[in-house]
Nanobody, 116 residues
Framework: QVQLVESGGGLVQAGGSLRLSCAASGRALASYKMAWYRQAPGKDREFVASVMWAGSSPYYTDSVKGRFTISRDNAKNAVNLQMNSLTPEDTAIYFC?????????WGQGTQVTVSS
């Protein structure tokens, strides 16, 4: 099973950028689909973006298309989320997620706060 540790959250002004990173460790990383989810206060956790570790076109929820980019860093066993043009509506705890046929793992989350 894979272990996930997020980093890179923080406080940023509207229009700014942040880069989240998810460090993954474990066996058979290439078999996993990696994703970012987020959960805003009082709301359900929602999907943000995903990419296959072994390579595929990334997929984004409509609200972040053109602003967020998910990418893999194979050398560091990490999946990154570059977030640009942030708005207060992007404020949430961001979670890294890994899943394959047998296992599902979540990271502990990292807080992103966008001030207006």
């Amino acid at each position: 099973q894979v272990q996930l540790v997020e980093s890179g959250g923080g406080l940023v002004q509207a229009g700014g950028s942040l880069r989240l990173s998810c460090a993954a460790s474990g066996r058979a990383l290439a078999s996993y689909k990696m994703a970012w989810y987020r959960q805003a206060p009082g709301k359900d956790r929602e999907f943000v973006a995903s990419v296959m570790w072994a390579g595929s076109s990334p997929y984004y929820t409509d609200s972040v298309k053109g602003r967020f980019t998910i990418s893999r860093d194979n050398a560091k066993n990490a999946v990154n989320l570059q977030m640009n043009s942030l708005t207060p509506e992007d404020t949430a705890i961001y979670f890294c997620h890994a899943t394959n046929t047998f296992f599902t793992s979540w990271g502990q989350g990292t807080q992103v706060t966008v001030s207006s």
